[in-house]
């Protein structure tokens, strides 16, 4: 339910280092600084939204933690991410990303596409 693709690098040198990625997606994307020890996402989707399923969500700089599981059946999981990496998330799979260290995500989907598709729960 849970997917980590690491981001491809392309070259490297003295300036440090290039990577790609694909995506289909256009429009408002959101990117967010997350300090140590913080905790976002704790909600799931359904897949109602274009850009929600999957949600695809790309860790740009340090290390955190996806924690999930699905809502409608027992598996569950988690995952160490070390940055660049995509995290995908597939629609019934609740999800947070911890912090293990400060961090910057790249979101492929603005706040509006889960407006309508994002539920809560306490874990």
Same mark, same amino acid.
């Given at each position: 339910?849970?997917?980590?693709?690491?981001?491809?690098?392309? #070259? /490297?040198?003295?300036?440090? #280092?290039?990577h790609y990625f694909d995506t289909e997606?256009?429009?408002?994307?959101?990117?967010?600084?997350?300090?140590?020890?913080?905790?976002?996402?704790?909600?799931?989707?359904?897949?109602?939204?274009?850009?929600?399923?999957? /949600?695809?969500?790309?860790?740009?700089?340090?290390?955190?933690?996806?924690?999930?599981?699905?809502?409608?059946?027992?598996?569950?999981?988690?995952?160490?991410?070390?940055?660049?990496?995509?995290?995908?998330?597939?629609?019934?799979?609740?999800?947070?990303?911890?912090?293990?260290?400060?961090?910057?995500?790249? /979101?492929?989907?603005?706040?509006?596409?889960?407006?309508?598709?994002?539920?809560?729960?306490?874990?």
């Open positions: 339910m849970v997917e980590i693709k690491p981001i491809s690098k392309i #070259a /490297e040198d003295e300036r440090g #280092a290039t997606r256009t429009g408002q994307f959101i990117i967010a600084y997350r300090k140590a020890g913080s905790a976002s996402g704790r909600h799931y989707h359904k897949g109602t939204a274009k850009n929600k399923n999957p /949600e695809q969500v790309i860790i740009m700089s340090g290390e955190a933690t996806v924690n999930w599981f699905d809502v409608r059946g027992t598996d569950k999981g988690s995952c160490k991410v070390t940055a660049p990496a995509m995290v995908i998330v597939q629609p019934w799979a609740w999800h947070e990303v911890i912090a293990d260290t400060d961090i910057i995500v790249f /979101e492929l989907n603005a706040l509006e596409d889960g407006k309508d598709d994002t539920y809560r729960l306490d874990k």
